[in-house]
């Protein structure tokens, strides 16, 4: 099975900072990265699919970049509403496969 | 609008069984694969299953493989997922979801299965 490694695993940061949130898969899986947010008590919502596209209707300050083993969530400018968990998941083979998680709390 | 609502969580003894169903509505099921995912209260996610369109293939955790059966009823729009020989780490939300071959599109909004004795 191939192994995700997010880091950190937890970060406090203020509203208008820039957070990176890096994921490491355990073998190439080319560009099957996906990005989920998930909110206490709500469902996951896709964010970023094949490692850098955006979903449809999610706001441009989320980007994702990477491809191989390494990869990397952006969001440019922390707004209220981001302070979520977020996990990184490939899709190169089954078992599907996600991370961690990474925990967005208010500084 | 396209929604996914979960069924059939609930309160079982181990060793149990449950049967959770999974109703597609606002898109055609048969045109994704779909999953099951689960995940422990306060803890990550962690993918259960998958069946492809036409229900033909199908892949599990190695945790759940034997135990649990997952299928769909394309005509109803409805994914299943029959839980055999239930144990106390099964305890979790579940979540069905929709993937194109790409990423997790669509979930729905989970159903709580609870093994206690």
């Known amino acids: 099975d191939i192994q995700m490694t997010q880091s950190p695993l937890s970060l406090s940061a203020s509203v208008g900072d820039r957070v990176s949130i890096t994921c490491r898969a355990s073998?190439?899986?080319?560009?099957?990265l996906n990005w989920y947010q998930q909110k206490p008590g709500k469902a996951p919502k896709l964010l970023i699919y094949g490692a850098s596209s955006l979903q449809t209707g999610v706001p441009s300050r989320f980007s994702g970049s990477g491809s191989g083993t390494d990869f990397t969530l952006t969001i440019s400018s922390l707004q209220p509403e981001d302070f979520a968990t977020y996990y990184c998941q490939q899709s190169y083979t089954t078992p599907r496969t996600f991370g961690q998680g990474t925990k967005v709390d208010i500084k | 609008e396209v929604q996914l609502v979960e069924s059939g969580g609930d309160l079982v003894q181990p060793g149990g069984s449950l049967r959770l169903s999974c109703a597609a509505s606002?898109?055609?099921?048969?045109?994704?694969?779909m999953h099951w995912v689960r995940q422990v209260a306060g803890k990550g996610l962690v993918w259960v299953s998958r069946?492809?369109?036409?229900?033909?293939?199908?892949n599990y955790a190695d945790s759940v493989k034997g135990r649990f059966t997952i299928s769909r009823d394309n005509a109803k729009n409805t994914l299943y997922l029959q839980m055999n020989s239930l144990r106390v780490e099964d305890t979790a939300v579940y979540y069905c979801a929709t993937e194109d071959g790409r990423a997790f599109q669509h979930w729905g909004q989970g159903t709580l299965v609870t093994v206690s004795s």
């Open positions: 073998q190439s899986i080319s560009s099957y």
């Open positions: 606002g898109f055609t099921l048969s045109s994704y694969w």
């Open positions: 069946i492809n369109n036409d229900g033909n293939t199908t």
